[in-house]
């Protein structure tokens, strides 16, 4: 008998009983039966595989049940363990995971944004994390040596999650990611503590070296010898065996950061003489200054040495010239440095010359009250906005030492001209500052006596931080 084989897709085994296409039809689903019976099998974690015998209905329910139950155990596990790693910030459907904090460290001439597409990130990430920073920072005071702690995903093309920099030393401020291209940023204050300390020791080789010694803040000490030295001569007056005493402020922030605050009293014991000076804000002009026992300002009209741990190379008057190599006039003081060293200017005034100029190299002229002139040379560089004309105070950064002009090694030259006339610098008697008088020198009076108290104290004393009249330290 013919008949022809038709492709059919239905597995009816009630008709063509015993035909070609039923045997055809009951080897597919004997095959799909065992397909159904390895995948329940599979699926059940513990135990023996369920009876899965077509008569045995109830068992087939079963097995259907157990596996509907493991699948859903399975989301279960898997919603909560993607809930607990979404709670600590990390996205375990994408292959990228977050590296470890980094520090960036800001480069000289380098901005923020240059030093975070130097970690790596792209310009549209760090476009999207700067539009927020720059409401809560000034990104322009961004220094060289700012440290930014940024956290990001791994990968070729890592993306920022969060960073953290120090605005101030007491508030920092946070940027995170809040969404694809979104993030927020926080500024966060910390808050403070001001402490006292007292600091006294024998000098053994030099100020500077025993004040570190004895633990005092680098910024301090410096502090202390531009106080004192308006009326010390740090090259000839220190000598073994002298002494000093004072009385600070320094500061922390609640993450154990600290910051050097005011000096409140200096002694310095030369064996001949004791200098005394106490600082003091005058109640009328509100300027901050150091003052004797008898309210005379320890300031003067000129720093007899306008450089910082410099020792005296060459002194004033007649020498045999260096490179010259005959006798000639030595119309200044010559302090030996290392180049970069910084240099003050001597005294409030107007800036005359800042320029090169001939054997003196890079040159420095200020012109200023009562016919005073000074004048600095061989300097490596000029501090920025240095010109003629420009207005200075006393203290100000105005150039570093070098080695320019007829010179054999880097040093700063310095002279002093009165009524045109250069003079000695070391012992010029120069003119003193302010002198207390009526009221402003009975407040004085009050407040030495409350520092003198505290001097008997030396037990180590903590405050929270205010700002008050005497804190300079912001």
């Known amino acids: 008998m013919a008949f022809s084989y038709r492709r059919d897709p239905r597995l009816d085994l009630t008709s063509a009983l015993f035909q070609p296409v039923w045997w055809r039809r009951l080897v597919v689903f004997a095959v799909l039966i065992s397909a159904a019976v390895s995948a329940l099998t599979f699926g059940v974690p513990t135990g023996e595989a369920p009876s899965l015998l077509v008569s045995d209905a109830t068992g087939f329910d079963d097995a259907l049940g157990t596996a509907e139950q493991d699948r859903d155990e399975t989301a ?5 363990i993607q809930t607990a790693f979404a709670q600590e910030h990390i996205d375990i459907l994408t292959p990228q995971m977050h590296a470890a904090p980094a520090t960036i460290t800001l480069a000289p001439r380098e901005t923020i944004s240059d030093a975070l597409m130097r970690s790596g990130l792209s310009a549209a990430e760090t476009f999207a994390a700067m539009a927020p920073l720059k409401k809560v920072y000034n990104v322009r005071r961004a220094k060289p040596g700012l440290e930014i702690s940024a956290v990001t995903t791994g990968g070729e093309a890592p993306e920022l999650k969060a960073l953290t920099l120090r605005a101030d030393f007491d508030t920092l401020v946070h940027v995170k990611r809040v969404g694809r291209r979104a993030f ?7 808050e403070t503590q001001r402490h006292t300390h007292i600091a006294q020791a024998d000098i053994d080789n030099s100020l500077y070296l025993t004040a570190e010694e004895a633990e005092m803040p ?3 000490i410096v502090a202390l010898i531009k106080a004192l030295s308006y009326r010390v001569d740090f090259q000839r007056e220190i000598r073994s065996g002298d002494g000093f005493r004072t009385l600070y402020h320094t500061s922390e922030a609640a993450d154990g950061a600290t910051r050097p605050g005011d000096i409140i009293y200096a002694e310095l014991d030369l064996g001949d003489r004791v200098e005394r ?3 003091f804000k005058h109640p009328k002009t509100g300027r901050t200054d150091y003052f004797d026992e ?3 300002s320890m300031r003067r009209l000129l720093m007899r040495t306008p450089i910082d741990g410099a020792r005296l190379t060459s002194s004033f008057g007649k020498r045999r010239h260096p490179v010259l190599g005959y006798v000639k006039s030595h119309p200044g003081v010559d302090f030996g440095a290392r180049t970069g060293t910084p240099i003050y200017a001597a005294g409030d005034g107007v800036i005359e010359r800042a320029n090169r100029y001939g054997s003196y190299g890079n040159y420095i002229r200020i012109r200023h009250v009562r016919g005073f002139k000074t004048a600095y040379a061989h300097l490596s560089r000029f501090a920025k906005g240095m010109k003629a004309g420009r207005k200075v105070r006393q203290g100000q950064v105005i150039g570093y030492v070098g080695a320019t002009g007829r010179v054999t090694g880097p040093h700063l030259h310095y002279e002093v001209i009165r009524s045109g006339k250069r003079v000695n610098p070391m012992r010029l008697d120069l003119p003193t500052g302010e002198v207390l008088s009526g009221d402003a020198l009975a407040a004085f009076k009050v407040h030495m006596e409350t520092v003198n108290a505290a001097l008997l ?6 405050q929270m931080a205010q700002n008050g009249p005497n804190d300079q330290s912001r």
Do not use: H, I, N, S
């Open 457 to 462: 104290d030396p037990t180590p004393r903590v």
């Open 218 to 220: 680098a910024a301090t």
């Open 277 to 279: 000076l106490y600082q």
């Open 294 to 296: 008898k309210g005379e």
């Open 184 to 190: 927020e940023a926080e500024a966060v204050q910390l």
């Open 76 to 80: 279960t596990d898997a919603t909560q």
